[in-house]
């Protein structure tokens, strides 16, 4: 099952040395875990609930179990202060859903649960 490693970030009005750096070597520590960026930096357009202050990037991988191998890398390990120096943010590690999944049926299941 699909994961993905989901950052909100919070950049400084000018960028650091450090993450020109760390945004020219990521994509080398993706590689070997399959990882792949889908949204990387992008500010939101809309904010239709609550607030998102910062910019969002979300790197798919093939599975959990990669997205974690990623983070705990060392060479991904070696880049993280050249971001976390400069910027702060939250990044987060999901699982995704089966393309089968339904919404409903989690809810029924829930239900039966709590019950």
Known sequence: MTAYAIGNLHPKPVLDEDVFRYMER?????????????????????????????????????????????YDSEAYQD??????????????LVEGVPADYEAAATAASLRAAHG
Not at 43 to 54: F, T, Y
Not at 85 to 91: L, W
């Open 26 to 70: 990521i994509q080398d520590t993706l590689d070997p875990f399959g990882g792949r960026f889908l949204v990387h930096g992008a500010p939101c357009r809309e904010v239709r609930e609550g607030s998102w202050p910062g910019a969002v990037v979300i790197i798919g991988f093939p599975s959990y179990e990669d997205a974690r191998s990623w």
């Open 79 to 92: 880049l993280i202060p050249l971001r976390t120096r400069h910027m702060s943010g939250d990044i987060l």
